[in-house]
Every structure is written in structure tokens, then in C-alpha cells.
């Protein structure tokens, strides 16, 4: 399976590259606003929801935006912030930190 290296945003498309700098797939970006990548998924934020997409360009989870604000994301994790807190999820969108925001 490929990996991310890149996602770019050209006109009304999104472009995702691999490793070798690949073009592996176009999505057209009515998906939503895509907010970051690591190399093996990225999340994109549609109306009150976020979307976790895999290297592939497939969506494979969905998760209510009630979750806070995005932050970052890096290797197998995302964070998100809720008030005075800063969530980790991993890939699957499973909660597995909060720690405090600083």
C-alpha cells in the first residue's frame, strides 16, 4: 500500500502522492476541507463532521465535529481541541489522551 506524501488542493480536485511522488488518486474537494495528513490517512472537515480517509482515498470513518477543533496530526494520531483540553485520537478515531491545553 502507498503512503501519503502530499495532498494538494488544485482548483475543485485534491491530488494525493505517495512516497515516489505519484499521483494515486484524485477526490473531487466537495468531500470538504482537508485539514492535514500523515503518511498513512488524513482528515477532512464536511459541514459538522470529520472524515478520517485512508492513504488511499477512501473514507472509512466519520466522527461529529462536537469533538472539538482540529490541531494536528502525525504518524497514527490526531489531536483535537475541546475548551481547555487537548484530545488524542489514533487513525481509527478512538480517543486514546487528554491531557490539558497549555
Not at 17 to 46: A, P
Not at 66 to 80: A, D, E, K, W, Y
Request: charged share 25%; hydrophobic share 30%; aromatic share 14%.
Amino acid at each position: 500500500m502507498a503512503t501519503i506524501s502530499m495532498i494538494e488542493h488544485r482548483s475543485a480536485w485534491y491530488d494525493i502522492y505517495d512516497e515516489r511522488g505519484k499521483k494515486q488518486k484524485t477526490l473531487s474537494d466537495s468531500i470538504g476541507e482537508v485539514l492535514g495528513w500523515s503518511s498513512s490517512f488524513f482528515i477532512v472537515h464536511r459541514h459538522s463532521w470529520y472524515d478520517l480517509y485512508d492513504a488511499s482515498g477512501k473514507k472509512y470513518k466519520t466522527i461529529n465535529d462536537s469533538i472539538g477543533s482540529f490541531v494536528s496530526i502525525s504518524g497514527g494520531t490526531f489531536i483535537m481541541r475541546r475548551s481547555a483540553w487537548l484530545d488524542t485520537y489514533d487513525n481509527s478515531g478512538r480517543k486514546v489522551n487528554t491531557r490539558t491545553a497549555r
